[in-house]
């Protein structure tokens, strides 16, 4: 299977979207922006899914 691209990054990178993620209060959002993060820092599916404690088809998803 091949490492996940992200095609829409809107302007954003890994450092600032750190930076969000400690700005927000709504839990499942965090973990979203988390699981982008990891993948845009060149982690798969399966080590981001595994890091944030989801299955890898919902890394996929988001």
């Known amino acids: 299977m091949e490492k996940l691209i992200v095609t829409r990054a809107h302007g954003f990178i890994p450092e600032r979207l750190c930076i969000e993620e400690r700005k927000m209060q ?5 973990q979203r922006l988390m699981a982008v993060r990891l993948v845009m820092e060149g982690y798969s599916a399966t080590e981001a899914g595994n890091i944030l404690e989801i299955c890898r088809q919902s890394v996929s998803t988001f």
């Not at 709504?26 to 965090?30: S, T």
């Open 26 to 30: 709504d839990r499942l959002f965090k």
